[in-house]
């Protein structure tokens, strides 16, 4: 490379440029090969450097969201779900009800997709620029615990108030000391009509109230939960998890 060369990718650096400073050569030898214009040249290098800005803008969101594993809506089996059909799927990615600040329920048994579909969501929501945040519900009780004390939750639980989306997974798997509904609630209460939220679990609403162990809480927090939400029971036929695992035998059947 030339100086000039040098040089210029110096000042795109100093202009904070710098996936086009370490682009640059290849952007000068296309030029040079397809006899760009000067305007071509100009827009070519401005949409790469446009691209890659929001390429490591989805990396940084991704990471931010804390996913336990990353799957898209295209790899969800919806024909496999009677109760949610591939428009109703569509419809939901998007995002409009994000937009709007409504709320998701996805119930049913475990293996069912719920948790597959909560990350395809948010992963589609990253992708048009929002922020999004996912914990289990267990997680998120041991956050709530410790934010007086520990600086790790309470910079997680920052985290979780500053997103657009936040997806609780598994919620109610297990019974909630009136302490823990408390915290619980307040947390609700400060992302209701700020953030929309996915909520994931194997009991319904009607159920909550038994695991909270305070009746007057769970009804707060449905009240804020349920102003706008959409509840989608997802079928308890066989497990879409066992359906599609990864197995040792591949598509094999195991005989005896």
């Not at 040079?32 to 691209?51: G, H, V």
């Not at 990471?63 to 024909?79: G, I, N, Q």
């Not at 997709?113 to 929501?125: N, Q």
Request: proline residues 2%; without cysteine.
């Amino acid at each position: 490379m030339t100086s000039t060369v040098h040089t210029l990718q110096d000042q795109f650096r100093h202009l904070r440029m710098v996936e086009t400073a370490n682009e640059l050569p290849e952007l000068l030898r296309n030029a040079e090969r397809s006899s760009w214009t000067y305007q071509e040249f100009l827009q070519e290098l401005l949409m790469y450097e446009l691209k890659r800005r929001e390429e490591k803008n989805v990396e940084k969101r991704l990471k931010w969201a804390k996913f336990p594993y990353l799957k898209t809506l295209d790899e969800f089996h919806v024909e496999e779900q009677k109760s949610l059909s591939t428009r109703q799927l569509n419809q939901l990615r998007e995002l409009n009800w994000l937009e709007q600040q409504y709320n998701l329920i996805l119930l049913g048994p475990p293996g069912a997709g719920k948790t597959h579909i909560g990350i395809g969501l948010g992963i589609e929501a990253i992708q048009k620029g929002y922020k999004v945040a996912f914990s289990t519900m267990g997680e998120l009780v041991h956050l709530l615990k410790t934010e007086e004390y520990i600086r790790k939750s309470q910079m997680q639980l920052k985290r979780i108030k500053e997103s657009d989306l936040v997806i609780i997974d598994d919620l109610m798997y297990m019974a909630m000391d009136q302490r823990e509904a408390n915290l619980f609630f307040h947390l609700i209460n400060h992302l209701y009509e700020r953030s929309s939220i996915i909520l994931t679990s194997n009991k319904g609403p009607e159920q909550w109230g038994e695991l909270m162990g305070d009746q007057g809480i769970t009804t707060a927090i449905l009240d804020r939960l349920l102003h706008r939400v959409e509840v989608i029971q997802l079928n308890d036929n066989d497990s879409y998890r066992i359906k599609h695992r990864t197995t040792i035998f591949g598509k094999e059947s195991v005989q005896n």
